[in-house]
Nanobody, 123 residues
């Protein structure tokens, strides 16, 4: 059974850092496009970062460029999101997601979602 499980959420001070991790099981992680989405309180879910299955293409939403880094370890079936210089507006539930390929992920055609991990950034 396919599953994604995020860890690493919690409290961070403005300007601080957190590293999210996502463990994938039950599907072909190595050949999947992967990404991170987030849902701020009271708002809709939005994409944060996404990458092709080998990492040759990596994309970030403008709000996190230069601060967040996505990475994928195919040997360990792990996806990461390093978040630096965090801001209060980064407060959200963060979700790991998989898609067949990057074009489908851009279209929102997600095959697997994680359960989410809450990140709260305080001033």
């Amino acid at each position: 059974q396919a599953a994604l499980m995020e860890t690493g959420g919690g409290l961070a001070q403005s300007g601080g850092s957190l590293r999210l991790a996502c463990r994938a099981t039950g599907f072909d992680f190595c050949y999947s496009a992967m990404g991170w989405f987030r849902q701020p309180p009271g708002k809709e879910r939005e994409w944060v970062s996404r990458m092709s299955f080998l990492g040759g293409v990596v994309e970030y939403t403008d709000a996190v460029k230069g601060r967040f880094t996505i990475s994928k370890d195919n040997a360990k079936n792990m996806l990461y999101l390093q978040m630096n210089n965090m801001k209060p507006e980064d407060t959200a539930t963060y979700y790991c997601a998989a898609a067949i390929d990057l074009p489908k992920m851009r279209e929102g055609r997600i095959t697997h979602w994680g359960q989410g991990t809450l990140v709260t950034v305080y001033r």
